[in-house]
C-alpha cells in the first residue's frame, strides 16, 4: 500500500538520520522489520505503525521526541515544549522515551546517591550487576548496550578505588594511570563520535557520559564539536546537555589545571544562558568560584561560592544547597591534596 505524505517524509527523515550514523539497512534489520520493509518504508512505498517505527528509532538511537521535532519543524509546526519532556526544577533531569535513555540514566542516578566517602562493598556489588536485564534484551549487542557496558565498568572501577581508599591498593598506580586505562576503554565512543557528522540527543548524551574519561585533547576537540552542533539544533534536550557537557569539561580541566580551558568552558555555559535561567547563572558564579580556588585565590573563590550557597538557603532550595556545600569541601579537598582527591561532575 502506498504511504500518504507525512508518511513519506517520516521515512525520508529516518533514512537520513540512519545514514548520518553510519548504519545500514542490514545493521538494524531484524525479525520485526525486515530490511526489504525498512527500504520500502524509507522510500515512502510504506506504511508503518507507530510499534515498528518506535523498534527502528530504538535501533539507530533516536528518541520518538526528538523524531517528531525534526519531522514538524520541517513541515514548520512547533511542538509544545511541554510535549517534548519534563525537568526536575534541581537537577533538570530530562525525560526521553529511546531505549537507550532510562538504563543510563538510573546508572548515573545510582553512581550519584552512592557516596564516595562511604562507599562499601555492596556498593560495588549493586554498580557491577546494574543492568543486567536491560543488557539482555534483544542480541544484547545493540550500540547502546556494548557504550553502557564500558560505562559501567568505568563507574565499577573508580567504586573500587575509592573503596580501598587509595591507588597504591587499588588497580591503578596513580590517578594519570586510571585516567589513561578509561580513555582506553572509551575507544569506541569517541571513534563514533568523531564518525557521526550530525548530532542528535544520543551523541550529546553519550559525551556527557563519557567526556570526564576521554583524554584532554579529545575532550577539547569534542567540547568545542558539541558547542559548534548545538548551535545548528533547537531541540531543547540537546542544549539542556550542552549545559552538563561544559560543566563537566570545566571540572575535567580544572584538576589538570588547564585553566585556559576552564575559563573558557564557563565563557560557553554562560553564553549558552540566553533565557536567563537563575538556577544555571549561579551555577556559572558557582564554576567561577570553583576555579578562583584552583588557581589559588582560595579564600576569595570560597566566599563566593559560600555566598550562593546561601543564598539557595533563602530561595528555599536547601536541598541543591547541601549538595553544593559538599561539592565545595571536594573541590577545596582537591585543591589541597590534588593527587589523591579530583571532582568531576
Known sequence: ??????????????????????????????????????????????????????????????????????????SQEAIPRGQLFSMNVELRHIHLSAAYFQPFLKLVQLNAQQNAFQLTEQDVQELTHAGDDVLMLGDGNSRWQRFYRIYR?????????????????SDFASLDDMQ???AEWSRPVTAYLYGVDRWGTFEFFMLRQFQTSM???????????????????????????LYGILQGAFTRFVAARAFQDAAQCIEWH????????????????????????????????KQQCERLIALLKEIGLMHTARLWHECLDMVIASYEQPTKFSIFW
Do not use: P
Open 153 to 169: 565498568r568505568i563507574l565499577i572501577a573508580v567504586a573500587k578505588t575509592n573503596l580501598q581508599g587509595d591507588y597504591e591498593h
Open 1 to 74: 500500500m502506498a504511504a500518504n505524505s507525512s508518511t513519506q517524509a517520516a521515512g525520508a527523515l529516518f533514512r537520513q538520520l540512519r545514514q548520518e550514523r553510519n548504519t545500514t539497512l542490514q545493521q538494524i534489520a531484524d525479525a520485526q522489520c525486515s530490511a526489504a520493509f525498512i527500504s520500502k518504508f524509507e522510500r515512502g512505498e510504506r506504511d508503518i505503525s507507530f510499534t515498528r517505527m518506535r523498534h527502528l528509532l530504538d535501533r539507530i538511537n533516536v528518541s520518538v521526541e526528538e523524531f517528531m521535532f525534526q519531522l514538524n519543524a520541517q
Open 270 to 301: 554562560h553564553e549558552l544562558n540566553i533565557n536567563e535561567d537563575t538556577y544555571y547563572g549561579l551555577l556559572n558564579r558557582f564554576m567561577g568560584g570553583w576555579l578562583l580556588i584552583h588557581e589559588g585565590q582560595v579564600q576569595t573563590g
Open 215 to 241: 583524554t584532554l585533547d579529545a575532550l577539547r576537540r569534542f567540547t568545542k564539536l558539541a558547542v559548534r552542533r548545538a548551535a545548528g539544533t533547537d531541540f531543547d534536550a540537546n542544549h539542556e546537555l
Open 180 to 182: 589513561h586505562s578509561f
